[in-house]
């Protein structure tokens, strides 16, 4: 959202009224803005203590979708209409004074679509500039090309003095080397490739060279004496820039979606439109495309669009008629009338100014907000539905509790990781079909999701070397895999895991913690040689490089036999038992970690780990309407 | 020694009553009255040990006494430097005399120094020629018995000018003494027997527990300290607000996909495909895997329509519509991916399509909600708790990780006066009273709003989630009949945890660098 920093004095002329703090945060809520500061107290110290002072600011934090709100101009305006101090103003091309003969043109050439195709331009009449509302004028620009420009990448604007300038124009794109021009602030001229090295160095500029450095040509904009407008995206030309004295301003904007380009040409426009002589008058300028047709720029034509009454009140629960609805959309800057054929219905009127109005239910909020979110009854809805909680919270929770009635803490570190740590750290090899991996960290930290939660837990252990020994903690979260069958490519497993650290290493530990898990489940201990049990779980000898040659295990689940299976009476007993074991499963693993793990982890002292998943323990929950993620 | 001075003490009491002054005790194995502070504080621990089992009371008094410095304990051994001076010259006459330099040999340096010129002072030496004799053939070594009358007395009958002056001859310092004045306490008896500090079951089987004294418990320490498990500090109040979604008749949505792609994660729910949401800086793309399988091909197509051209009567955003913007994996920012897969669900009767183990369907939400025929919209209710992902810097607000509350609601002609009233009776169940709504802009809801408290200890309102009604442009490519809206709202699991336990920096409650003992001494949460 961006921040507004406007001129408190000014701003209360134009409302034609002094607020408190209070009042003036209360009227930015309700219309949906935000009070972030009132320098006046700073300013007034400043100047007590005879330092230098700006004018006290009032800085405002404006939704992201208003861009007729980021200047003063524009929050001046929108207030005194919600305030009913005034009507919403009518936007006016005006045609120059010998008519549409005389518009002044802009011609586009095919080659501009290799790099930035779309143009539209305006001319502000007449204008007088005080230094802030030339300063409010630099900044909207600048305002505009960080928020829907994307950083000028999507849209940039230019400014000119008129007056210095002999139409008709012309927007073509060039190999920079054949482009030379005085750019802005500089006294001598540059070729565009030159302007390429001169502005690497450039603070400002040098963010938006990348747009369009390795295309073949470059925009450009010249006047009928091929002086240089500007070069979009990057810079304008010293010949034609404005002044405080500027009184007929060309404003010209390239783009490379037409939707952002119309907002942004809009707004430029209407928004300074108030300072011609005439105010609220813009005059066109016609624009040939390549193709031999014609467009006025801009087109500031209102959208018509109808709202009703009964959605309006089905949505908020109000019960207003229409013309209840229209004054509050007057509020609002949306000038409506009830339609002659049908009481509910408005017709509505978007201005220019209100790019964000897609659909009835803008318009909808807009009259909530006029009304007061705050005033509206209270209610309650009536949606009678049954609580379930999920299957495998519950299991966690379990697991949680049990683990915390044995005498162990519960931890929570975080779910990214190096990628040392997932795997090098613990003498694992990344395969790279386990893990999912970040393309843009900011840092070394979060390289991976975890697949393992063991990083966490040695962490934690290394941080709090001062705890008193044994250190016992564990955690029951999420891990992610690769999947490469589901739409996301991942999968989330939850797991749960367990560290011993002690002076000795206690392998006996973290296995009573898995024997009394199981226990609290219902899985029954069962031999690693036995075939013949239904169900259980059990431990064997295993190799893995995070623990100590001899002391680790893998543990094995084997789930119970399906229900209402009606093949297994006809099969031989021997037969039946193979299948029990058939389908045992590796669930997780335990053992003394291996102490190359524990430096690696700066531990000094020995510790026992225990990790395993939790999936297969889910319980069956009532359906709702869907169980599956 | 200690028993029998207590039983000393205990009969004394029981003979006379009273004992105005410990230093008239002669303690068991000497031979003489008590009257050396060593001796007191020997009998101070007998008072305190009956003391404590109230078989006796007693009164301290201090005096002041004297002690000797070793130089004075030296004297008493062997005469005082005169003394010893006197001593080792011959009689006058009887023998050649002793030079000084012969002297400080005998008696050494200090003695010979300090002590010829007290003998001289006192008349007991006189020279002869280069050499000392005795004048006089016998001496009262009054220094000698002074001291000695000090060491057992620890005063002199004589008085301050003479105690004075050997204080400042460094013999003797003065010294704090206590003694004590006793008398029977409560308890009084003359039987010394331990009290006993517990309930044993010795003491049932052998029937000793009618007999016993106890000793008198502490009351104002503290117990035992217990050893035990914990949990951990946010999870209590995950937890906390869990039960909240559950009394109000919330079932959890499954939340388990951590990755999502750039369709679920935001052009599902209607976010532009320029949002900066979407940028680099602020979301975690994947460099493996990368790309997501593609969503069925009908929704999706009905997703791009009204982004890149309107439908639904929306005019949508009209900007280009890239595929692979879509397909992108990320980790997902918000849960609402989650529930907009969830709701994407929910309207699959809607769709017209059949749903899996429809027959044994368990009623969440009631169906006779429409006056229409049966369009298959069923209502629900459904929440979340669940970890997302900023690539944010961190410091001490902000982590690249953490939990997002989340609620959704789904009804026909659901308003948006219900959803401020229900959100009144959320804040409200977790202990916020004062809440205010303001308008703001969210990508997939309108209207949305933001919801702030006012906080009592900061004196000001806060910011402590969002809400709103998701768009039109969200519900109906998914297949809702027009008339049922849905309400979503957000909070973070972290912030009401913060201000919860008084935590300032987010390090300390979540991630590796916690203390292990801050999560062990975390009370317990009832909003």
């Known amino acids: 959202m961006p921040t507004i920093s406007v001129d408190k004095a000014d701003l209360w002329e134009r409302l034609g009224q002094e607020f408190s703090t209070e009042e003036f945060d209360q009227l930015l809520f309700e219309y949906g803005l935000e009070l972030d500061e009132d320098t006046t107290a700073e300013v007034e110290a400043a100047i007590k203590a005879g330092l230098p002072a700006e004018r006290p600011q009032l800085k405002i934090e404006v939704p992201a979708n208003r861009y007729d709100l980021v200047c003063i101009e524009g929050i001046a305006r929108a207030l005194r209409i919600f305030l009913q101090k005034a009507e919403p103003p009518q936007y006016r091309l005006v045609y120059p004074p010998g008519g549409e003969s005389e518009i002044l043109t802009m011609t586009i050439s095919p080659e501009v679509k290799k790099v930035r195709p779309l143009f539209a331009c305006a001319i502000l009449r007449n204008v007088k500039f005080t230094p802030r509302s030339y300063a409010s004028f630099i900044d909207l620009q600048d305002k505009l090309h960080q928020n829907i420009g994307r950083r000028r990448q999507l849209v940039s604007i230019g400014t000119h003095d008129l007056d210095t300038l002999k139409a008709p124009f012309r927007y073509e794109a060039q190999p920079p080397k054949d482009i030379k021009f005085v750019p802005l602030n500089k006294d001598t001229a540059y070729t565009a490739e030159e302007l390429m090295t001169v502005y690497e160095s450039d603070k400002h500029l040098s963010k938006y060279l990348h747009i369009i450095r390795d295309s073949p040509v470059y925009p450009i904009i010249y006047d009928s004496m091929d002086r240089v407008l500007s070069m979009p995206p990057i810079i304008n030309s010293e010949h034609s820039k404005i002044t405080l004295n500027t009184r007929n301003i060309f404003i010209d904007v390239t783009a490379t979606d037409q939707t952002k380009l119309d907002i942004v040409v809009n707004i430029v426009a209407t928004l300074f439109s108030e300072y011609c002589e005439d105010p609220y008058t813009i005059e066109p300028v016609k624009i040939i495309l390549p193709d031999g047709s014609t467009r006025i720029s801009p087109d500031l034509s209102e959208r018509h669009t109808t709202a009703r009454a009964s959605y309006v009140n089905s949505c908020t629960g109000l019960n207003l008629s229409a013309s209840e609805v229209s004054t509050l959309l007057q509020r609002m800057a949306l000038r409506s009338t009830v339609s002659p054929s049908n009481p509910d219905e408005l017709l509505v009127r978007i201005p220019a100014t209100r790019p964000d109005i897609f659909h009835e239910c803008d318009i909808m909020e807009d009259a909530a907000i006029a009304y007061g979110f705050n005033k509206l009854p209270h209610k309650f809805p009536a949606t009678s539905t049954v609580a379930q909680p999920l299957a495998i919270s519950k299991l966690s929770d379990i697991v949680r509790q049990e683990w915390a009635l044995a005498g162990w803490v519960e931890v929570l570190p975080l779910i990214l990781c190096s990628h040392e740590e997932n795997f090098e750290f613990l003498n694992h090899v990344d395969d790279a079909k386990t893990a999912v991996k970040i393309a843009n960290p900011k840092s070394l930290e979060f390289q991976v999701v975890r697949t393992t939660l063991l990083p966490g837990l040695l962490k934690t252990i290394r941080e709090n070397r001062s705890h008193a020994l044994p250190i016992k903690i564990f955690e029951t979260a999420d891990v992610v895999f690769k999947d490469t069958s589901r739409e996301r490519q991942a999968r989330n497993v939850r797991h749960a895991a367990a560290v011993w650290c002690n002076k000795t290493a206690g392998f006996e530990i973290v296995h009573g913690m898995l024997n009394r898990a199981m226990k609290m489940l219902e899985i029954p201990l069962i031999g690693n040689t036995d075939q013949k049990a239904e169900t259980g779980y059990y431990i064997k000898e295993s190799t893995d490089p995070v623990y100590f040659p001899g002391r680790a295990a893998t543990i094995y689940y084997r789930p119970p036999p399906a229900k209402g299976g009606n093949t297994s009476t006809n099969i031989k007993e021997g037969m039946k038992t193979a299948l029990y074991a058939q389908c045992d499963m590796e669930i997780g693993s335990l053992g003394i970690l291996h102490p190359t793990v524990l430096a690696n982890f700066e531990i000094g002292y020995p510790c026992s780990a225990l990790e395993f998943t939790l999936e297969p323990f889910k319980k069956n929950m009532n359906k709702i309407w869907t169980n599956d993620d | 020694m200690a028993e029998a001075l207590q039983q000393l003490v205990l009969d004394t009491l029981d003979a006379r009553s009273t004992i105005e002054d410990t230093r008239s005790l002669t303690i068991p194995g000497q031979s003489a009255p008590a009257t050396s502070q060593e001796d007191q504080i020997t009998i101070l621990g007998a008072l305190n040990s009956l003391l404590s089992r109230e078989m006796i009371v007693y009164e301290t008094h201090e005096n002041l006494s004297h002690v000797l410095t070793p130089e004075g304990s030296q004297i008493v051994e062997l005469g005082s430097h005169e003394a010893r001076v ?101 308890n009084f008896s003359t039987s010394t027997a331990k009290p006993e500090t517990d309930l044993t079951v010795d003491m049932l089987t052998s029937g000793t527990w009618k007999s016993s004294t106890f ?52 052009d599902a729910l209607f976010v532009p495909q320029q949002h900066p949401a979407r940028d680099l800086q602020d979301t975690f793309y994947l460099s493996d895997p990368k790309e997501a399988l593609p969503p069925e091909p009908d929704y999706y197509k009905r997703v791009s329509t009204v982004h890149e051209h309107g439908g639904f009567g929306s005019t949508g955003y009209r900007a280009p519509w890239s595929h692979e913007e879509s397909s992108k994996l990320l980790l997902r920012t918000h849960t609402t991916a989650s529930s907009a897969h969830m709701l994407y669900k929910l309207a699959a009767k809607c769709r017209g399509e059949d749903v899996e183990g429809d027959a044994g369907e368990f009623a969440h939400g009631s169906s006779t909600t429409g006056d229409g025929p049966d369009d298959g919209f069923r209502p629900a209710k459904l929440f979340s708790i669940d970890r997302v992902f900023r ?92 008339d049922v809206r849905v309400h979503g709202w957000g909070l973070s699991l972290e912030r009401p945890t913060m201000i919860r336990y008084g935590i300032n920096n987010i390090r300390t409650l979540v991630g590796h660098k916690v203390s292990i003992e801050g999560i062990e001494n975390s009370p317990a949460v009832m909003f």
């Not at chain 2, 995950?238 to 499954?254: D, Q, S, T, V, Y």
């Open chain 2, 86 to 186: 006197w001593a080792a010259l011959p009689a006058k006459g009887e023998g050649s005399p002793i030079t000084p330099l012969q002297l400080k040999k005998q008696v050494g340096d200090e003695t010979a120094k300090v002590g010829q010129g007290r003998a001289f002072k006192n008349g007991w030496i006189g020279k002869e020629g280069d050499g000392l004799v005795k004048i006089v053939l016998n001496i009262q070594d009054a220094t000698q018995v002074d001291l000695r009358e000090i060491a057992s007395t620890g005063t002199l009958n004589e008085g301050e000018k003479v105690l004075g002056d050997l204080r400042k001859r460094k013999l003797i310092v003065q010294r704090k003494g206590q003694w004590f004045t006793v008398n029977k306490g409560s």
């Open chain 2, 391 to 482: 690539n944010e810097t961190m410091d001490a607000t902000h982590l690249a990780e953490f939990h997002q509350v989340e609620g959704v609601v789904a009804d026909r002609n659901l308003t948006l006066a219900d959803l401020i009233g229900f959100m009144r009776v959320f804040f409200k169940k977790m202990g916020i009273e004062k809440v205010r709504f303001k308008p703001a802009y969210n990508p997939y809801t309108e209207p949305s709003l933001e919801i702030f408290a006012f906080h009592p200890m900061l004196d000001r309102w806060v910011e402590v989630g969002n809400s709103g009604m998701f768009r039109p442009e969200m519900l109906e490519p998914m297949g809702f009949p027009k």
């Open chain 2, 215 to 266: 000793k008198k418990y502490n009351f104002d320490a503290e117990g035992v300290p217990t050893t035990g498990g914990a949990l951990h500090p946010l999870l209590k109040v995950r937890e906390e607000i869990r039960n909240i979604f559950l009394e109000m008749g919330f079932a959890e949505m499954p939340t388990s996909s951590f990755v999502e792609s750039g369709f679920w994660c935001f």
